[in-house]
């Protein structure tokens, strides 16, 4: 059944390749952004590797391809309340996806300006949307992209659950009694504290107003394209590889393809979970397809297809590409070395069919990062943003 779906964040990485699909499968969607991304990336002086257009022109294409119009509102969703109430009656959407969130670890952690601008835009987007569902009286639908980051990154041996946690208790009589919790919490950054916060705040309005909400704990998303953002070279989704927003696959192929030493943070003994962007717009489809029921607590996803060290995927990637490998400073205040094994079982169930890691993809990422080799600053690669004041950056040593 089509529904009419709101994409908040919809020119982000996530955000636009995710309205595409959407868009295509017959939905009638509606982005809401407030392009804060491309300030960023104007504030970094870092752009997309690859030629991203101007959302109006992303759009125009679309609709010259597709014959399908995607609409679009210019706003701050963590401050523009008012406004953003008003679309929600206007419009009465089904379904809510809100990607619009700050999401790079290291940017939310490069001063106290931006730690108080990590906090105060995430935590107020994600209330705003919560609290105009309610004060709109509409029954919609909100799926929100949290993180894997929020459990933590070790539990020892442990797979993690989706979202919940089975633990007994004691009680007075000494009686043993089963409690579903949600997973503690422990975030490594001010941005996953964050998202930490997210899922209290989610807790809450199911409990109190009985809102529908889907959680999806997203691992670290790789690769550029999909389906659709390759049917048109106006329509290439953004490829992030500077220090701040470049995330670790994506960092290995490009710096590869550029002649750049490929920078483990570390030992590289880190181990996280990973997502191919193609299945993170499935699995957005999916979990639209399958809301919670009216009743239900709120749903929690662990959208991930695989777990890697970052060790691996650096020798993986230099036996691929003859790439060097430089093992950096790590930046951040983390665990070294950590096992991760985790659930992804909802969605299998739901008939997700996993893109993992194979080297004709792997390819493809670099072949993009190739073409767009000459739009690379170098100087805007290595991750400068350090957890303390004691920490030093990762430099690799030639550079
Ligand atoms: P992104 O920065 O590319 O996109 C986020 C979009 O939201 C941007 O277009 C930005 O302009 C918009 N936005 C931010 N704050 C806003 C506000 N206050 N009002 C209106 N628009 C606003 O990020 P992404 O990589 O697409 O990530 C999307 C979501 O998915 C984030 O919430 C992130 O935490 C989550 N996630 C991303 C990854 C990943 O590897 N990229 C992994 C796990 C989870
Ligand atoms: N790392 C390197 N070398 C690099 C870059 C990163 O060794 O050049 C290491 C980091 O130290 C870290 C790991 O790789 O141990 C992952 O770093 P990342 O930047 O790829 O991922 P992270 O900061 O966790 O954030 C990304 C997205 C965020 C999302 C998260 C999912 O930016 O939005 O929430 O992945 S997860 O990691 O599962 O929490």
């Keep these: 059944m089509n529904k009419?779906?709101?994409?908040?964040?919809?020119?982000?990485?996530c955000g636009w390749p995710t309205s595409l699909h959407l868009s295509n499968l017959g939905h009638e969607v509606i982005i809401i952004d407030n392009l804060s991304r491309r300030d960023i990336d104007n504030?970094?002086?870092?752009?997309?590797l690859t030629p991203i257009?101007?959302?109006?022109?992303?759009?125009?294409?679309?609709?010259?391809?597709?014959?399908?119009?995607?609409?679009?509102?210019?706003?701050n969703i963590a401050s523009e309340y008012d406004q953003l109430l008003k679309v929600l009656q206007e419009e009465e959407p089904d379904v809510i996806v809100h990607f619009a969130e700050q999401r790079a670890a290291p940017y939310s952690m490069k001063s106290p300006k931006n730690k108080r601008y990590t906090v105060n835009n995430n935590i107020n987007a994600s209330h705003n949307v919560l609290c105009a569902i309610v004060e709109s009286g509409l029954d919609v639908h909100l799926v929100h992209l949290g993180t894997m980051g929020v459990y933590g990154y070790g539990t020892a041996g442990m797979k993690i659950p989706e979202g919940y946690l089975d633990v007994e208790v004691e009680t007075e009589e000494g009686e043993k009694v089963s409690q579903k919790i949600l997973y503690p919490t422990n975030p490594g950054s001010v941005y996953h504290m964050t998202k930490s916060l997210d899922q209290l705040l989610f807790q809450y309005y199911n409990k109190n107003d009985n809102l529908r909400i889907t959680d999806l704990h997203q691992g670290i998303v790789w690769g550029t394209n999909t389906r659709e953002t390759n049917l048109d070279e106006r329509l290439i989704n953004r490829f992030d590889y500077d220090g701040d927003y470049g995330t670790v696959l994506n960092r290995f192929l490009m710096q590869a393809a550029v002649g750049y030493p490929i920078t483990v943070h570390g030992t590289g003994g880190q181990t996280r979970a990973f997502i191919h962007i193609q299945d993170t717009v499935r699995c957005i489809q999916l979990a639209i397809e399958n809301p919670p029921a009216d009743d239900e607590k709120v749903m929690i996803f662990n959208q991930m297809t695989e777990t890697h060290r970052v060790n691996d995927l650096a020798k993986l990637v230099s036996e691929i590409t003859g790439g060097e490998i430089a093992y950096v400073s790590n930046p951040r205040k983390e665990a070294a070395e950590n096992e991760l094994h985790v659930k992804n079982d909802l969605f299998l169930s739901k008939g997700l069919e996993?893109?993992?890691?194979?080297?004709?993809?792997?390819?493809?990422?670099?072949?993009?990062?190739?073409?767009?080799?000459d739009r690379a600053d170098h100087s805007k690669i290595p991750a400068t943003s350090t957890w303390t004041r004691d920490q030093k950056p990762g430099i690799p040593e030639k550079e």
């Design 4 to 13: 009419k779906v709101i994409v908040l964040g919809g020119d982000g990485f």
């Design 43 to 48: 504030e970094l002086e870092a752009e997309s």
């Design 53 to 75: 257009q101007p959302l109006g022109t992303r759009l125009n294409t679309w609709e010259e391809i597709s014959k399908k119009k995607i609409g679009f509102y210019n706003m």
């Design 354 to 373: 996993p893109i993992t890691l194979s080297e004709g993809l792997l390819r493809e990422v670099t072949e993009v990062a190739r073409k767009y080799a």
